[in-house]
């Protein structure tokens, strides 16, 4: 059975970059097939995914990433098959990015990801200075 | 963000049915599947339904989907107590270049 655990620090300082990293056990983090994916939840709030990686070259859209229009500027995700994880950088924070930061994986399609069926626990993320 | 609108709750007594309604566009739950998701305090979100109808692995079939056109529905028949949780709907976006978009949530309270 997959799981993912996220890992980071829980205080970021504004204007900062957050990096977080999601450690994926009990299977390989093989992008060629799976969307690796990070979502985000602030306190009470609902769920913001933030973007994928998927580098099968079928995928509907070229290149191993696709992120969220309204953080694109700011997000960078990434993977190290070589440790079997997942990245996570948010740059230019502001207390918006207050939120409990998940890792999630998507099966194998051929176009795009349409459900998350490993997530990881979540870890908060708050900022300010 | 979100352009999948949900009611922000529902409630019912035990035993009693309860539908959560998704609303979106073609860009969205028209052209791609819905998939619904069921979050307990203070856990991850979970899986219950995707590609619009079908239950996931271990889910109780007292969960069903359905989805016509731009709009989706999540049922929830029999009403547990564990039953009480928030649920998302979500699905691909076409527009934008695609993105991944979630519901706005509805919290099922059972009174």
């Known amino acids: 059975q997959v799981q993912l655990q996220e890992s980071g620090p829980g205080l970021v300082k504004p204007s900062e970059t957050l990096s977080l990293t999601c450690s994926v056990s009990?299977?390989?983090?093989?992008?060629?097939?799976?969307?690796w994916s990070w979502i985000r939840q602030p306190p009470g709030k609902g769920l913001e995914w933030i973007g994928y990686?998927?580098?099968?070259?079928?995928?509907?859209?070229?290149?191993?990433?696709k992120y969220n229009p309204s953080l694109k500027s700011r997000v960078t995700i990434s993977v190290d098959t070589s440790k079997n994880h997942l990245s996570l950088k948010l740059s230019a924070l502001t207390a918006a990015d207050t939120a409990v930061y998940y890792c999630?994986?998507?099966?194998?399609?051929?176009?795009?990801?349409?459900?998350?069926?490993?997530w990881g626990q979540g870890t908060l993320v708050t900022v300010s200075s | 963000q979100s352009v999948l609108t949900q009611p922000p709750s529902v409630s019912a007594a035990p035993g009693q049915t309860v539908t959560i309604s998704c609303s979106g566009a073609?860009?969205?739950?028209?052209?791609?599947?819905v998939n619904w998701y069921q979050q307990l305090p203070g856990k991850a979100p979970k899986v219950l339904i995707y590609?619009?109808?079908l239950l996931s692995s271990g889910v109780s079939g007292r969960f069903s989907g359905s989805k016509s056109a731009t709009s989706a529905s999540l049922v929830i028949s029999g009403l547990q107590s564990e039953d009480e949780a928030d649920y998302f709907c979500?699905?691909?976006?076409?527009?934008?270049?695609?993105?991944?978009?979630f519901g706005t949530g509805t919290k099922v309270t059972v009174l």
């Open positions: 999630a994986r998507a099966p194998p399609t051929m176009i795009v990801p349409h459900y998350f069926d490993f």
């Open positions: 979500a699905a691909w976006d076409d527009s934008l270049n695609g993105f991944y978009v």
């Open positions: 990686f998927h580098d099968s070259g079928t995928a509907k859209y070229s290149g191993p990433t």
């Open positions: 009990g299977g390989s983090i093989n992008s060629k097939t799976f969307y």
């Open positions: 590609y619009n109808d």
């Open positions: 073609s860009s969205n739950i028209g052209d791609n599947t």
